[in-house]
């Protein structure tokens, strides 16, 4: 039932921002941890960023500075704001949402992916 549409990618040069939205519907708990990940062609698909239902964030080394994963719960919205885009930023970006229930990983939904390509 739960369901996850990621928005927002697009063509932009290096240098460049965009920002990723990622919608949730269905039924979910607050609780829960959600995250993007990204895989370029012929590469393997990679945690970008992370954020728990605490608010606590993680990022991968290589878009720490540059991107930013925060949510509006209001809104059920996972959002990625991408600054300084380089062309390795260039991949399918994937809205991931992980549900706990009693500490355990109960179910893990996945998003279509949007495609961000970085290029001059």
Known sequence: QVQLVESGGGLVQPGGSLR????ASGPFFSI????????????????????????????ADSVKG??????????????LQM????????????????????GVLARDYWGQGTQVTVSS
């Not at 990723?20 to 919608?23: D, G, N, P, V």
């Not at 930013?68 to 959002?79: E, P």
Request: proline share 2%.
């Open 20 to 23: 990723l939205s990622c919608a």
């Open 32 to 59: 829960n941890d959600m995250s993007w990940y990204r895989q370029a062609p012929g590469k393997q698909r990679e945690l970008v960023a992370a954020i728990t239902g605490g608010g606590t964030t993680n990022y």
């Open 66 to 79: 540059r991107f930013t994963i925060s949510g509006d719960n209001a809104k059920n919205t996972l959002y």
């Open 83 to 102: 600054n300084s885009l380089k062309v390795e930023d260039t991949a399918v970006y994937y809205c991931n949402l992980k549900m706990f229930l009693g």
